[in-house]
């Protein structure tokens, strides 16, 4: 894990705080510290960094370096240092302070992945602005004794920690993705000879951390596991509900579509209309996930159809462009092969727009 503290402005007390955050944390992440603009951008260009801690605010150079840190894939966490509550900002507020808001510091906020507070105090006023509801509270050695300096850096790294374990997809390599997409479809089908896709060895525990939480979190677990045992990978023993991560507000477990559906149909293709007006449904709401690209491609490997007579029906219940988007989705998201379409794969703007919702499912 690779940080680099960005302090904003030279104030001794934040800079005796990163100094002691630094040398408490440790071997527990690789620090580095930077006070200057252009010295935080040629780090970033040189090095990538996992998170950029911003120290402090009001200052315009901070947002630079934060979408330079957001434009080669760092994530960023915020600490104000109290320099949000009420009173900070009403000094010279019309003046000063409501132009860097509107400018610059309301999005520094709403960027970040995490803002790191020092007190109830500080909290309620953050909250109250509604610029971020992800806060942490981390008390400041330097000004109380109610915490020590190796606690302080213990709760800091545990805070970086639930930051990279969040959105975990965004995170992994191309390889990483290639290879959870070959677990699924080996998942589903049960046989290892259906995946053709070239395999890659994933030596970063990272990585196989990222999959982990992930399939924890999309509900497809039993899936990855049976797919990755069936390829002769083996994926760590990790507790993924004990690992704690920032998640969407309305996240939740997608219901199946089984669920929602029901059994009782008299054929297999009127199972299929069904489906496909409850996944027209979930694209709509952008509700429509990895399991529900799962559940289909079992459902339709399973099954056969009356593949003339369910097109001619899709098409007169206006699912048809549906129906063929979905086709395209599960060849991107399980391997679906086109043997088993029942309909062509239709490819267009739309099915775009979906399925990056559906990798941006956990994202928040």
Known sequence: MKILHYIAKDDSMITSYVNMLVGSMGLEADNSIVINESEAKEHLKSTHYDILHIHGCWHHAAYRVLKQAIKRGSRVVLSPYGQLEPWIMDERYWKEKLPKK???????????????????????CIR???WNTRLEIIRNPVITHSISPSEMAYKTYCVYRKVLDSHTIELMRD????????????????????????LYEINDPEQWRYVVIYSHYENIVNIIRRGAHLLNYRIPNMEAHNI???????????????????????????????????????????????SHLCEIDRELREHDVEE????????????????????????????FDEGFMPLPPLDDKITKQISKQIYNHLKI
Request: with cysteine; net charge neutral.
């Open 308 to 335: 003339d007579h369910l097109c001619e029906t899709l098409r007169e219940a206006r699912l048809y462009k549906t129906a063929c988007r979905t086709m395209q989705l599960l060849s991107e998201w399980t391997g």
């Open 128 to 130: 109250d602005l509604g």
């Open 244 to 290: 704690t991560c920032y998640l969407p507000k309305n996240y939740e477990i997608a219901k199946t579509i089984q669920d929602t559906i029901g059994l009782q149909y008299a054929s297999e293709n009127d199972r299929l209309m069904a489906t496909f007006k409850q996944v027209r449904k979930l694209m709509l709401h952008r509700q429509l996930t990895i």
């Open 102 to 124: 509107i400018l610059f510091q309301k999005d520094i906020v709403e960027n970040s992945y995490a803002v790191i507070i020092q007190g109830k105090m500080e909290e309620e």
């Open 175 to 198: 390889q990483t993705r290639q290879l959870v997409r070959s677990f699924i479809k080996a998942g589903i089908t049960g046989d290892s000879q259906w995946v053709t896709d070239d």
